[in-house]
């Protein structure tokens, strides 16, 4: 199956600092998308980004499908962007969507 | 907004017993899924349903059987619980457009097994 590889594994940053966090994948995918893991466990869908950049407020991300790799994208850094940051990927040949996780970036942003 | 709860948050169980972790879903999903998380893992896939009575393994689904007898409800099921079944449990929820739905999870269930 597919392999999603993230780095770095963790990440400790100072509030207001600006950060990249990089999905490398190792074949084609139609369908990828970044989570943000609160630390109460729950997971929100941050970006749905197969390929190409998007915005919303101080996080962005940029796919490049080609080459086979996602960055996201943290500025200006707020403690409550603390938290496991999964990029999942899905080929195009599964039809259902289902989703291969990365190991995650556990990210803690200090005051 | 997508709800998707999930029955407990926390549960502890006993070696040997039949253990029920529920998830519903409020969006009218194709589809649902139950993922567990361990450290260092991130999340891997159990088992999966596209319709109600209808499933399909994950990546890991020895110990563990599944029932959707209604579209809005996904239960995932031990049989018979072990230590190496202590894990965080997630639930999920997708609308069913195929290969490039966006998924939506609960809260999760942190199970420990003694």
């Known amino acids: 199956g597919i392999q999603v590889e993230q780095s770095p594994p963790d990440l400790i940053l100072q509030e207001g600092a600006n950060s990249t966090l990089r999905c490398n994948f190792s074949d084609s995918v139609n369908n990828l998308q970044w989570f943000h893991q609160n630390p109460w466990g729950q997971l929100i869908n941050l970006f749905y980004i197969p390929s190409g950049t998007k915005q919303n407020g101080r996080l962005s991300a940029t796919t490049v499908a080609t080459e086979r790799y996602s960055l996201l994208y943290i500025s200006s850094s707020q403690t409550t962007d603390s938290g496991v940051y999964f990029c999942?990927?899905?080929?195009?040949?599964?039809?259902?969507?289902?989703?291969?996780f990365g190991a995650g970036t556990q990210v803690v942003v200090t005051p | 907004d997508v709800k998707v709860t999930q029955s407990s948050r926390y549960l502890v169980k006993r070696t040997g017993e039949k253990v029920f972790l529920e998830c519903v879903q409020d969006m009218d999903h194709e589809n649902m899924f139950w993922y567990r998380q361990d450290p260092g893992l991130g999340l891997r896939l159990i088992y999966f349903?596209?319709?109600?009575?209808?499933?399909e393994k994950g990546d890991i689904p020895e110990g563990y059987s599944v029932s959707r007898e209604k579209k809005e409800r996904f239960s995932l099921i031990l049989e018979s619980a072990s230590t190496n079944q202590t894990s965080m449990y997630l639930c999920?929820?997708?609308?069913?457009?195929?290969?490039?739905?966006?998924?939506?999870f609960g809260p999760g269930t942190r199970l420990t097994v003694l």
């Open positions: 349903s596209y319709d109600v009575k209808m499933k």
């Open positions: 999942a990927v899905s080929p195009p040949t599964d039809s259902w969507g289902k989703l291969q």
């Open positions: 999920a929820s997708s609308p069913g457009a195929g290969s490039t739905d966006t998924q939506y």
